[in-house]
């Protein structure tokens, strides 16, 4: 009897942004591609002017009792379209997914994009979906990765103002999420013995502490024990000199801030990218772009990096289940 394609639930989070739209595009091609079977979820009247604007027919409405006998469109109208409601409406759409993936119904979430100041609106202290989904589902240390192709970076504090980077970097921290980095990268990417770097924080790797101390008091501890472990790491490198030219010898780099591992890896995935969440008990990925409302619903909002989420989750639901 051949193996059924696993069953994946994306969100197509804000329903002024282009969410709908990339979320409609993904389900096209997934199917095309027969590699899973998706559900969707979201409002049906921007799932409506999504289809009119792409010319991608809707599936039709299921309710979730009818999984996995059925797949289609699960339907979330929003309260209002005012931010709170949209924030409250996202949510709602986050929660059902997450019920699917914790009952093992889906294999896997793939969010659609959505606002930070929508979800503060609907009082929901929100810095991103990574912080967001641990808190919900009890996860201690989530790990957000950029995947693709050619590059894949870990930024070990996410969403947070810059000034605070320093004090919120720890021996424990690094240690902690590179130990998670390196096991679901064996286990999602079936790379068997991944090859990690660190890039410093401060400039030229502090130049022996002239400028800046954390790359021997928190960097060099923490790969050391790394090492100890068995991982195979190397660093505290500059993160200029790094990106220049020797990222290609590394299957993952570690960054101790948002912006430095996004604005490389944005410069090599800017259309391909998928951020992967590890360290949660079900797959999680998402497109690599934000809610774009300025073209919504204008035919002009590009599925690719969306596509490319529900197809890297559909692959790695492949590869462990």
Known sequence: MPKLTPLLAVTAGDPDGIGPEAALAAY???????IARLILIGCPSAFEKASRSTGISIPPC?????????IGLIPIEPASHDLAG????????????????????????????????????????????TELLARWTGSQTPVMMMYG????????????????????????????KLRI????????????????????????????????KEEFEIFSPAIA???????DISGPFPADSLFAS??????????????????PFKMVHFKDGVNVTLGLPF???????????????????????????????????????
């Open 283 to 321: 797959i999680r990925t998402a497109p690599d772009h934000g809610t774009a409302e300025d073209i919504a619903f204008t035919g002009k909002a590009d599925p690719s990096s969306m596509i490319a989420a529900a197809r890297l989750a559909a692959d790695i639901a492949t590869r462990i289940f």
């Open 181 to 212: 980095a390196e096991r679901d990268t064996r286990r999602y990417f079936g790379i068997k013995a991944p090859k990690f770097a660190v890039t410093s924080l401060n400039p030229h790797a502090g130049e022996g502490g002239n400028i800046g």
């Open 149 to 176: 192709p050619k590059l894949k970076v870990i930024p070990l504090t996410t969403h947070v103002p810059l000034m605070n980077v320093a004090n919120l970097l720890s021996i424990d921290l690094i240690v902690e």
């Open 28 to 34: 096209k091609a997934i199917n095309e591609l027969n």
């Open 86 to 129: 949209r924030g409250s409406h996202v949510l709602s759409q986050l929660r059902l997914a997450v019920d699917l993936a914790i009952s093992g119904k889906a294999r896997s979430l793939t969010t659609g994009p959505a606002r930070k100041d929508a979800f503060a609106a609907a009082g929901e202290p929100f810095s991103g979906h």
């Open 246 to 263: 020797g990222w290609r010898n590394f299957d993952v780099i570690a960054c101790p801030y948002h912006d430095q591992a996004l604005i």
């Open 225 to 231: 024990e790394l090492k100890k472990l068995g991982l």
């Open 62 to 70: 299921i309710t979730p009792n009818e999984i996995p006998e059925k």
